[in-house]
C-alpha cells in the first residue's frame, strides 16, 4: 500500500510512500512512550533550546520546504515560504513565551496552586491545505509542555510529513518526541485505543473530527477539534471601503481558496451592496492564476481533483436557489486543478448552499438591512470558527462582536491564527484551543496542589 504525492498544476506523481505496516506501527508507538518518559523528564530551558533550533533550520530551509509544499497541495510559492516562515516563528514564540505560560499558577487566597504537567503521548490528525503550519502549530506547544506526538498527515501531503520528521531529528529532537505515521484513516480509532496514546487532536471536516472524538470518547481521552468553518465578513456602510475590499479578497483566497478560516459569507450593509460586490468581482478577476512556483501567481490549482467536481456541485446548488454569477463560475481548461475565481450574488439565505462550508474560490454576497439582520445571517450556520466585522463605530462593533458565535473575530480586519493568540472554534467547528496561553495548556495536567489547611 502506498501514497501518492501529485502535483495539483500538473497531476504529475511526484513520489510514493510505503504505508507503514501494523509491526512497525506497534514499534512506532513503544518508542513514542519511551521517548516520551524521556523528554517529560527535561528541563524548560532544554525544551525552549530545542525549539529555537528547530526555528533556525526553519528559516534556512524555507526556500526547499516552500517548493515541497507548492509541489504537494498547490498553493502560490510565496505563501507556502510565509507558511514555514510563521512556523518559525511559533517555534521562536513558544520558546520565549512558554515557561511562562506553564509556570506554577497560584490561587489567590488559598494555600494552592496549578501546576501544569505533560500528558504523555498525543495523536494528531492533520488536514493537507497548511501541511507544515498546522503540524507545527500542533506540536510546537505540545512539545513546551512535555509531550511527545504521532501524526497520521494527510495522503497527498506525505513529502511533507517526512520533511517535518526529519526536522525534528536534524534539530536535536530525540527518538519518538515526533513520529510520522503512514497509515490510512481506517488505522485511526486504533492508534486512538492503544493506551499508550493519552490525547487525540484533529484538524479537518466535521465529519472525520466527530469521528474522532466518539472514539476518544469511548476510551475516556481528551480530544481537540479543529474543524471546518463558513465564516462571515460583515461590512457596514461606515467601513473603510476600499481596506475591506482588499483584504477581503485576500481572506477569501489565500491559500487557494482552501482555508477553514477563510470569509465564505459576505454579509454587506445594503445602502453599498452593489458597489461592494462590483469592486469585489472586479478585484478577483484581477488575480494572476497559474503556475504555483511563478512568484507572480496569486492564485494556484486546487489541491485535488475532487475538489473541482465538489466546488462545481456547489455552484449549481448555489444558482439553483437563485444565484447568479458576477466573476467565473468554472473549471479552467487544461491541465492541473485550476479554477476560475467565483463570485456569486442572489442566493436564498436560508438555502442550505448559503451555509455550507466552500474549500474552492467562491465568494458568497449577501446584503443586509441593519445590525440585527447581520447578526441573524452570520450565526446561521453550524459552523463558527471565525468572523470578521468591518466598521468605523468602536461601539457597533463591540455590539456585534458580542452576539456572533464563533471562536475568534477581527474588527476591521481578516482572521487568521497568530502563534501568541488562542486558536479554536464552537458549534460544528469542534473545541478546545490551539497556540496562545490557552493552547500551551490545552495537552496538560493542571494538577492542582493544595499545600496547606
Not at 86 to 114: C, M, V
Not at 272 to 278: D, M, N, S, T, V
Not at 378 to 399: I, M, Q, S
Amino acid at each position: 500500500m502506498t501514497f501518492k504525492s501529485i502535483n495539483p498544476a500538473t497531476g504529475a506523481v511526484r513520489a510514493e510512500f510505503s504505508a507503514h505496516a501494523p509491526a512497525e506501527v506497534e514499534r512506532l508507538l513503544e518508542q513514542a512512550w519511551t521517548g516520551w518518559r524521556a523528554w517529560a523528564a527535561t528541563t524548560m530551558e532544554e525544551r525552549s533550546a530545542f525549539l529555537v533550533r528547530l526555528a533556525e533550520l526553519l528559516e534556512a530551509r524555507a526556500d526547499d520546504y516552500a517548493a515541497l509544499i507548492t509541489g504537494e497541495m498547490g498553493k502560490p510559492v510565496g505563501e507556502a515560504r510565509g507558511e514555514v516562515i510563521k512556523a518559525a516563528t511559533g517555534a521562536r514564540h513558544f520558546a520565549e513565551a512558554g515557561p511562562r505560560y506553564l509556570a506554577e499558577e497560584p490561587i489567590a487566597g488559598t494555600p494552592s496552586s496549578i501546576i501544569y504537567e505533560p500528558m504523555g503521548p498525543i495523536f494528531g490528525v492533520m488536514p493537507w491545505n497548511l501541511p507544515f503550519w498546522q503540524v507545527l502549530r500542533f506540536f510546537i506547544p505540545a512539545a513546551i509542555a512535555g509531550n511527545v506526538v504521532l501524526v497520521k498527515h494527510a495522503d497527498l501531503v506525505q513529502g511533507s510529513a517526512q520533511a517535518i520528521e526529519d526536522l525534528v531529528r536534524d534539530a536535536g529532537g530525540p527518538a519518538g518526541l515526533y513520529t510520522n505515521l503512514r497509515v490510512r484513516r481506517e488505522a485511526v480509532s486504533g492508534i486512538i485505543a492503544d493506551p499508550r496514546v493519552r490525547a487525540v487532536t484533529v484538524t479537518g471536516s466535521t465529519a472525520a473530527g466527530r469521528a474522532v472524538a466518539e472514539a476518544a470518547g469511548a476510551h475516556g481521552k481528551k480530544a481537540v477539534l479543529e474543524l471546518g468553518g463558513s465564516d462571515p465578513y460583515i461590512v457596514f456602510e461606515d467601513a473603510d471601503f476600499d481596506k475591506a475590499v482588499s483584504l477581503g479578497i485576500v481572506s477569501r483566497f489565500s491559500n487557494n481558496a482552501q482555508s477553514c478560516i477563510a470569509a465564505k459569507r459576505f454579509l454587506i450593509a445594503a445602502p453599498i451592496f452593489e458597489a461592494y460586490c462590483a469592486a469585489f468581482a472586479r478585484a478577483a478577476s484581477a488575480l494572476v492564476i497559474g503556475d504555483p512556483m511563478d512568484p507572480t501567481t496569486k492564485l494556484g490549482p486546487l489541491a485535488k481533483a475532487d475538489l473541482v467536481e465538489t466546488t462545481t456541485r456547489q455552484i449549481a446548488d448555489a444558482l439553483a436557489a437563485g444565484g447568479r454569477i458576477i466573476a467565473g463560475g468554472k473549471a479552467m481548461a487544461g491541465s492541473g486543478n485550476f479554477f476560475e475565481p467565483t463570485v456569486i450574488v442572489g442566493v436564498d439565505p436560508a438555502a442550505p448552499i448559503a451555509s455550507e462550508e466552500f474549500f474552492g474560490p467562491v465568494a458568497l454576497m449577501f446584503p443586509f438591512t441593519g445590525e440585527a439582520d447581520a447578526i441573524t445571517q452570520a450565526n446561521a450556520t453550524d459552523f463558527g470558527l471565525g468572523g470578521a466585522v468591518w466598521t468605523r463605530d468602536p461601539e457597533r462593533a463591540r455590539r456585534v462582536v458580542r452576539q456572533m458565535e464563533a471562536g475568534a473575530i477581527f474588527v476591521n480586519d481578516f482572521v487568521r491564527s497568530d502563534p501568541r493568540a488562542p486558536f479554536g472554534g464552537v458549534k460544528g467547528s469542534g473545541f478546545g484551543r490551539e497556540l496562545g496561553p490557552l493552547g500551551a495548556r490545552e495537552l496538560t495536567n493542571a494538577k492542582l496542589v493544595w499545600t496547606g489547611a
